[in-house]
């Protein structure tokens, strides 16, 4: 066998299935702005009205990140009252999405809807839904205060409450600014805005005495995330100038009338 001396090249990495690291995103600054809203408490029944904020010039909307939060006051009912599983969603029973003067979307029965469609996330994404309500109901008894809570065996549900109490939020997610990339409101003439139906106490909260069921919305904020980044303006500046189509879902419930016997 013959034998050469010599300086080879090193490869960077020396691993043979190594591969560097690609990002396949965009890298800008990002910051959550948390707004109060004109209205800080809402009670059961009545409407929310919510305009997207006209941001500043290159300031777009990260998608899904618009929402309302609040906190869920249930004083006046029951002492052992306590909100239903995944309560965000319970809380609107209509929503109205309108731009321009045009209505994008008017669903009734919004919460049913809405509901029977969070049955299909992962549980991974379920589990990191806390701010939406989706939990046990040991951990929605906690959060309520309700009474009748556990008190022992449950020292990871008194940590989240320790964390989130009283604390949920309406996910405002509708496609436009959901599934088409981002919403940038700067460059629109006309005004994004919701019109949120709030539920009737008995769709909201559980308990033994149907006369006592309440709850109140309070200390109410819009929320949003926004990146600054004049490449992603100007291009959805351009695509709304030369015309953008949205695809979208239509849903009909059907009603049917039960005969008479």
């Known amino acids: 066998m013959e034998k050469t001396d010599g300086i080879g090249e090193v490869p960077d990495s020396l691993l043979p299935t190594h591969t560097s690291k690609t990002l396949r995103a965009m890298k800008g600054n990002r910051a959550v702005k948390r707004i109060t809203f004109n209205r800080s408490e809402a009670n059961p029944e009545e409407t929310l009205y919510v305009t997207v904020r006209k941001v500043n010039e290159n300031q777009v909307l990260v998608p899904g990140s618009l929402t309302l939060r609040f906190n869920i006051d249930l004083s006046g009912g029951h002492a ?4 239903v599983h995944n309560v965000s969603r319970a809380l ?3 929503m109205i999405v309108k731009f321009g003067g045009t209505i994008l979307q008017e669903t009734k029965g919004y919460d049913i809807f809405k509901i029977y469609e969070d049955l299909f996330l992962s549980q991974e994404q379920r589990d990191n839904m806390l701010l939406e309500g989706i939990q046990s109901e040991e951990l929605c008894k906690i959060r309520s205060n309700a009474g009748d809570k556990k008190t022992s065996g449950v020292e990871s549900e008194k940590k989240l409450n320790e964390i989130y109490g009283t604390k949920y939020r309406i996910r405002l997610d509708h496609e436009i600014l959901t599934d088409h990339g981002v919403f940038y409101p700067h460059a629109l003439y006309n005004d994004l805005k919701f019109d949120v139906l709030l539920a009737p106490a008995s769709q909201v909260v559980k308990g033994s005495d149907p006369t006592k ?3 109140k919305l309070t200390n109410i904020q ?7 980044s004049k490449m992603l303006a100007e291009e959805a500046n351009s695509t709304y100038y030369s015309g953008k189509a949205f695809t979208y879902d239509h849903v009909h419930h059907e009603k049917r009338a039960r005969k008479g016997l």
């Open 80 to 83: 052992n009252n306590f909100l």
């Open 92 to 94: 609107v029973s209509k």
């Open 213 to 215: 069921l309440k709850y």
């Open 222 to 228: 819009l929320e949003y995330e926004m990146t600054y």
